[in-house]
């Protein structure tokens, strides 16, 4: 047999190998929801917000409480890739040690797997929680045979309740986890998210998807954050185009690359009006092909 032959052979098998993979993401995992979007009814008698529905600023009512900080709310924001366990046994002991690093309040996680055989059946927020101390909780975007996958959230505080919002999505289905927590006699809402990918072949859905979360954020009754994998840049027309929903406010506007791979900053922290941003930064570390964002927040609105 010619060495011609022989890699010949090699690349149209690694060829057949990957369209399978695909066919099976194709029919097993894929999805349409395009124009689905359903944010909670809330009473408006009820509401707690920092700006209404036309961007004005409003204050929050005395009974809201949230008492003065002794130091800033150290918030993170990392996409995991925790499909990487396949290969790599130690993968999430090494995802568990950036954070430790970092030491955040609240950690908003990405590409988290429970039990797929990805994580070799392996459940990897229960080993996150093990391994840093922190109290968490999962939102499931898909579910994969016995395991799952979706986004989570870790925190030193007190996660009070959790919803998993389904967002319209064309391909890989997408959602967002929001929960409310108790941290240091603040009570906050927190959501994770992760959008669509494939770049600019589904820059309208990550569109939707952006117009849907401004929609969520504004059911919120505390004060707010919003973390997660966007897959976009900062100049990407959807994202300028999120920013001028003006549902929140993006902490660190001049940040380095988080994807070294790709090259670009895509993943982020928003925060509603009453935090005043004391400093971002983008820790070049662990084992994932993102860098996690890490922002220090103040509450400054005063009632």
Not at 10 to 33: H, K, M, N, P
Not at 226 to 237: K, Q
Request: charge should be neutral.
């Amino acid at each position: 047999m010619s060495y011609k032959k022989t890699k010949r052979e090699i690349i149209l098998g690694v060829l057949c190998i990957g369209l399978l993979f695909w066919l099976y993401r194709v029919f097993t995992v894929y999805t349409v929801r395009s124009g689905e979007c359903r944010p909670k009814v809330v009473d408006p008698s009820l509401r707690l917000v920092t700006r209404d529905e036309q961007g004005r600023k409003v204050s929050y009512p005395e009974r809201l409480g949230f008492p003065e900080q002794q130091r800033p709310l150290v918030v993170m924001t990392y996409n995991i890739a925790g499909h990487d366990e396949l290969w790599h046994g130690d993968h999430i002991e090494q995802v568990a040690a950036v954070i430790r690093r970092v030491k955040p309040d609240i950690v908003s996680l990405q590409e988290v797997h429970r039990k797929t055989w990805q994580a070799r059946y392996r459940d990897q927020l229960a080993e996150l929680q093990a391994a840093t101390g922190m109290h968490g909780v999962f939102g499931k975007s898909y579910q994969q045979g016995d395991g799952q996958f979706g986004n989570a959230i870790l925190t030193r505080g007190e996660i009070l309740s959790a919803d998993v919002h389904e967002l319209p999505s064309v391909g890989e289905p997408r959602t967002l986890l929001e929960t409310v927590i108790r941290i240091d006699g603040a009570t906050l809402n927190v959501y994770a998210a992760h959008l669509t990918t494939w770049d600019r072949l589904n820059a309208s859905n990550r569109d939707e998807q952006l117009k849907c979360l401004a929609k969520h954020v504004r059911t919120s009754r505390y004060p707010y954050l919003l973390a997660g994998d966007f897959n976009a840049a900062p100049n990407a027309p959807e994202i300028v185009s999120f920013e001028k929903e003006n549902a929140a406010q993006s902490c660190g506007g001049d940040l380095p690359d988080t994807n070294p791979m790709l090259h670009k900053r895509i993943d982020y922290i928003w925060a509603d009006y009453g935090w005043e941003v004391r400093g971002t930064h983008v820790p070049e570390v662990g084992p994932s092909d993102h860098w996690p964002v890490v922002a220090e927040l103040m509450w400054s609105r005063k009632p």
